[in-house]
């Protein structure tokens, strides 16, 4: 396990508290579509390494990649972890590898922004223990609100 000490900066976003849940991210500026926000950042675990530990309510800082590497923002991550969940999001996360051939994640604007907006995305959590979905509530407020963070119910598997 490389340390990784490095901390990015997220000049288009700060952190404050949010409408929503707790601390939310919030654009510093108008922001087009497609624009950076930051990569997530924080301490790598592999998946063994996940299966091993026991993380009880910590889910939430904790985002699995592609390739089953998980990244806890808890730990020396940056403000792009106080992105908070909506159903209707504004943003998204975006898997990509950078010059080192490391998998990243970064997150960008889905739609153009303005200034002082709060940024969402859509966590699609999955539960690994099987949790209903009413352990992970959803109050984002959006007319397409599905009531919880868990992934949609996918009719195609
Ligand atoms: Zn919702």
């Known amino acids: ?31 087009p579509a497609e624009a950076f926000l930051g990569l997530y950042e924080g301490r ?5 390494e996940i299966a091993a530990k026991s993380w009880n309510d910590q889910l939430t ?7 089953h590497e998980t990244i806890d923002g808890a730990k020396g991550g940056n403000g792009t972890r106080h992105l908070n969940h909506a159903c209707d999001p504004n943003c998204e996360a975006v898997e990509e590898y950078d010059d080192a051939g ?6 960008q604007t889905l739609v153009p922004v303005d200034a002082g907006d709060e940024l969402f995305i859509d966590y699609s959590l999955t539960a690994d223990d099987g949790s209903p979905a009413e352990n992970y509530p959803c109050h984002c407020g959006s007319p397409n609100c599905r009531g919880t963070m868990l992934a949609p119910v996918d009719a195609e598997e």
Request: aromatic fraction near 10%.
């Open 1 to 31: 396990m490389k340390p990784r000490k490095q901390t990015s900066s997220t000049p288009n976003i700060r952190v404050a508290p949010s409408g929503v849940h707790g601390l939310g991210a919030f654009a510093v500026r108008d922001l």
């Open 44 to 48: 790598r675990y592999t998946q063994q």
């Open 61 to 67: 800082y904790l985002f699995t990649l592609s390739n």
């Open 102 to 107: 490391e998998l990243m994640l970064k997150f």
